[in-house]
């Protein structure tokens, strides 16, 4: 049975029958749900296409190679999305893509409904919330966001402390890049200086790195910080919410082609 990466170049143009949803969980096998099939659970994306608002738009990123979509659940975002347009985005989108949802400072109960309604296959959480939000996400994958700016650092072991000790029940960290008053999508570039490995403050977690990626410079961003994925927004947009279908493709050629050297020289 072929990996979910080896999966991705043979699963675009299958039939709808073909496409049946498959999920795509985090680093461990008690992320998945006891309905799942632990054989096709899924690994963690390369590249995420941020703030989709249409079908249009995330059938644009599956086509041109993205990992995984971002479906942004904060209502006062500019790219906010009602669960019941994602659901119809999401059932768009063929079974090798992952459905990200993103959210701030959510009640889990309604993070809970909106990953079973969509369905999602990851739960961003891109708030304030506390730890302890991942003993009632239970069974969800759930990548954790850490706006951070070059004053930010000396506090990320603390921060990050709490999230560290239940590491087993968090997929991955994205770090952004820290506006104040916002919550992500500004285009702002995160401290890549500080994500270089080792990352000890990471607890051996997978690091997403978001915040003023564009296709100009997503492949030195990857070679600097050695990110497990990539993630933008605003960075191949015309305009808030609606992507720019040439700036898309620049960028998952600009990351995939940075992966595949990486890759080959390691």
């Known amino acids: 049975m072929p990996t979910w990466r080896e999966s991705v170049s043979i699963v675009i143009g299958r039939s709808p029958a073909e496409n049946e949803r498959k999920p795509h969980v985090g680093r461990l096998a008690s992320f998945m749900p006891p309905s799942y099939n632990s054989d096709t659970m899924g690994t963690l994306f390369?590249?995420?296409?941020?703030?989709?608002?249409s079908v249009a738009d995330a059938q644009l990123a599956a086509e041109v190679g993205a990992d995984a979509i971002g479906l942004n659940f904060y209502p006062a975002s500019k790219r906010n999305v009602a669960p019941e347009r994602a659901a119809e985005i999401?059932?768009?989108?063929?079974?090798s893509i992952a459905r990200v949802g993103v959210f701030v400072n959510s009640p889990a109960a309604e993070i809970r409904r909106i990953a079973e309604l969509t369905p999602l296959d990851w739960v961003q959480l891109h708030g304030d919330e506390p730890a302890e939000i991942l003993d009632e996400l239970n069974g969800l994958a759930v990548i954790r966001a850490l706006r951070l700016g070059l004053d930010s650092w000396d506090d990320v072991g603390q921060v990050l402390a709490p999230?560290?000790?239940?590491?087993?029940s968090l997929g991955a960290l994205l770090i952004d890049a820290h506006v104040p008053g916002e919550y992500g999508g500004t285009g702002a570039r995160a401290p890549w200086g500080r994500l270089q490995p080792p990352r000890a403050w990471a607890g051996g977690l997978p690091v997403i790195l978001a915040g003023g990626l564009q296709p100009s410079n997503v492949a030195e961003a990857i070679a600097t910080t050695q990110a497990e994925g990539v993630d933008t927004a605003s960075g191949v947009e015309r305009s808030p919410g609606a992507k720019d279908p040439r700036l898309v493709r620049e960028f998952v050629a600009a990351a995939r082609a940075a992966y595949s050297a990486r890759d080959a020289s390691s």
Do not use: F, S, Y
């Open 46 to 53: 390369q590249i995420k296409i941020c703030g989709v608002t």
């Open 90 to 95: 999401a059932a768009a989108l063929p079974a």
């Open 163 to 168: 999230w560290i000790e239940r590491a087993d």
